[in-house]
């Protein structure tokens, strides 16, 4: 595609549940990068993926956030038993290697009531 | 640890006048800087970069930053703003040894006047 795609673009959910956000990075882009933004807030680092090599997760808050890569192209964000804190825009990114410049998506935004 | 500090949550400047937007960057090793921008319901857009070399970058839409290694800052400068710059700007340095991803300030919010 010719930009980062992430769906769904809104989410809304109980407290409670488990959510799943996508996100499709550039085709050919190695590097896979999830940030979040907390309203009004500038872009917290989560998990970067970096092809076979074993993802960066130092910036997931707790154990209730994962994520997964397949290869070099889609990935998945699953945050378990959500909590209203986890209300936030979570924002993919891409890049063709670490340290070039990193192509955002739309985000998803999610609401948890 | 690295971090990145806007110091001013909120500008406001007149359409056509000069903007000067603050960054100030702590990072152990040659920082990766970028500054990016955020429109209502758009995405973040990449304004510029600093990786090395000359220090004065010039970036789309007019923009440009220069990295100053002994203040650790990086400003992003526009010498006449237009009511489209309105937006939220953010400046972000690389965790260049650590694969890459950004440590972002909390943003500038610009607003111009007409």
């Known amino acids: 595609g010719a930009g980062v795609s992430q769906s769904p673009s809104n989410k809304v959910t109980e407290k409670g549940k488990d959510v799943e956000l996508r996100c499709d990075p550039i085709s050919g882009h190695t590097a896979l990068y999830w940030y979040r933004q907390r309203l009004g807030q500038g872009l917290e680092f989560l998990i970067y993926?970096?092809?076979?090599?074993?993802?960066?997760k130092s910036g997931l808050p707790s154990d209730r956030f994962s994520a997964e890569r397949t290869g070099e192209s889609v990935s998945t964000l699953t945050i378990q038993r959500t909590q209203q804190e986890d209300s936030a825009v979570y924002l993919c990114?891409?890049?063709?290697?670490?340290?070039?410049?990193?192509?955002f998506g739309p985000g998803t935004r999610l609401l948890v009531l | 640890a690295q971090s990145v500090t806007q110091p001013d949550i909120h500008i406001t400047v007149s359409e056509g006048a000069s903007l000067e937007l603050r960054c100030n960057y702590s990072?152990?090793?040659?920082?990766?800087l970028f500054w990016y921008v955020q429109s209502p319901g758009q995405g973040l857009q990449l304004l510029l970069k600093y990786f090395s070399g000359d220090t004065l970058v010039q970036g789309i839409k007019g923009f440009e930053a220069e990295f100053k290694r002994s203040q650790s800052s990086f400003n992003l400068r526009k010498p006449s703003v237009h009511w489209s710059d309105a937006a939220e700007y953010f400046c972000?340095?690389?965790?260049?040894?650590?694969?890459?991803?950004?440590?972002f300030g909390q943003g500038t919010e610009l607003s111009v006047k007409p």
């Open positions: 993926f970096q092809g076979n090599s074993a993802p960066d």
């Open positions: 990072y152990g090793a040659t920082p990766y």
């Open positions: 990114a891409s890049s063709f290697y670490p340290r070039e410049t990193q192509y």
């Open positions: 972000a340095v690389g965790a260049g040894n650590q694969g890459g991803k950004l440590i």
